[in-house]
Structure formats: structure tokens, C-alpha cells
């Protein structure tokens, strides 16, 4: 499976980063986004970091 680290600026690209999200996990990639992987209370740079060490 190919991990992906989907990255958009919110303030003009939230509708087009959940289309291309629900497309690319529809073929099969494991998509990364902040909305849905983010945990509160936990240092969010570091989750970043983490979640960028783990793509492809």
C-alpha cells in the first residue's frame, strides 16, 4: 500500500483535499490528512513529522 501525505491550505482548498482524498483511498493509497489523523493534546508538529517519515 502506498502512504500519501495529502497537504492543502484550507483557506481555498478543503472541497478539493476531501475529493482527492476519498478518490485516492478509493484506489487503494493510504491518505494522511490533518482533519482526520491530528489527535488533540498530543505536540502537532511531531505528529507531522511522524506522518511525513511514513509516506512514500
Not at 501525505?5 to 478518490?23: P, Q, W
Not at 487503494?28 to 502537532?44: H, K, S, T, Y
Amino acid at each position: 500500500m502506498i502512504h500519501v501525505f495529502l497537504s492543502y491550505a484550507r483557506a481555498d482548498g478543503l472541497d478539493a483535499a476531501t475529493k482527492l482524498r476519498a478518490e485516492l483511498t478509493a484506489m487503494g493509497f493510504q491518505v494522511w490528512r490533518d482533519i482526520e489523523e491530528m489527535q488533540g493534546g498530543l505536540a502537532w508538529k511531531e505528529q507531522l513529522r511522524a506522518a511525513l517519515r511514513q509516506v512514500d
